[in-house]
């Protein structure tokens, strides 16, 4: 059988992505990362459409150079539908139908959270898959949510945060700290040289298998105040100890609330998805759950955690090959649900 060649598309927030899968193997994973929100603190809506404007033929040029394959070779388009920001979603959009539309081949849209989820499906050496049933503790900068994924298209999602995403409790917490962003990955690097017990944060009453991480990050906020007015050089002084103390603190609330996930639905295989999932502790406290509480657990390659076209281009992949092809009136949506 002739292989079945994927162009995916990502431009949901502020990396611009494109990837060429064979069938379920990735040939070329090219991620733009967009330097220019680094000294905002956080991601600018309209900076982000325009730099996708810039990125988004040479990246889609690249990917296909790295695959060694030209536009005609492609079985299907896949894209990024949402959920995410507007103006950064339409530019892959409108990019993908037109592409797909001169190439008259088949349009696949994709939904980011479930392409979160399914990069766990990408063939690669030595990786091993889920089984349905399956737990999957999605985290990321704009979600955090606790799904029970039944199939590859059947998911529903059995707990969620009430206000902040875990991505943003570590980015606004470095912030607060003084770190540009991204910040959850400088707190996981000073974390790894510091003592995870030395300051204790409280964690969030929040009922059943529902996150709320808006507190923990003013209660830090009222701490790290407090100590600067004793001592301005708190943080200089003690940067690894807070960070390592802060990382300890959410990954607890993750781990909690996942033992509560498997004791109300029996399931065991667990498995961790979205940008914070690169997370050092949140990898090895998954890994350790595997030996000390028997869960089959499923950590995604460090590359298919932060937003990547691979995971869209799976996604596509699997809706290819049941025939869920999207109209070509297909639009973007901010909102979506997995
Ligand atoms: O999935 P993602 O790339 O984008 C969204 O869809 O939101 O997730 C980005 C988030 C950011 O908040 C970033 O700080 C966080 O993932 N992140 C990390 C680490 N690497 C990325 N948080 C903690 N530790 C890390 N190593
Ligand atoms: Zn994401």
Redesign the pocket.
Known sequence: DKPTYILAIESS?DDTSASVMCNAKVLSNVVANQEVHSKYGGVVPELASRAHQQNIVPVVQQALAQAKITKNDLSAIAFTKGPGLMGSLLVGTSFAKSMALGLNIPLLDVNHMQA?ILAHFIDEEGSKKPNFPFICLTI???HTQIVKVSNYFDMEILGETIDDAV??A??KSAKILGLPY????L??KYAQLGNPKAYSFTKPKVGDLDFSFSGLKTGILYFIQKQQRINPNFIEENLNDICASIQHTIVEILMDKLKNAVKQTGIKEIAIA???S???EIRKRLINAEKHFGWPTYIPKFEYT??NAAMIGITGYLKYISNMHADINVTAKARLKV
Request: glycine share 30%; with cysteine.
């Open positions: 927030c979160h990321s900068g704009g991505g943003e570590f980015d991204p910040g959850g990955p707190i996981d979205g940008g914070v690169a997370n050092s932060t937003d």
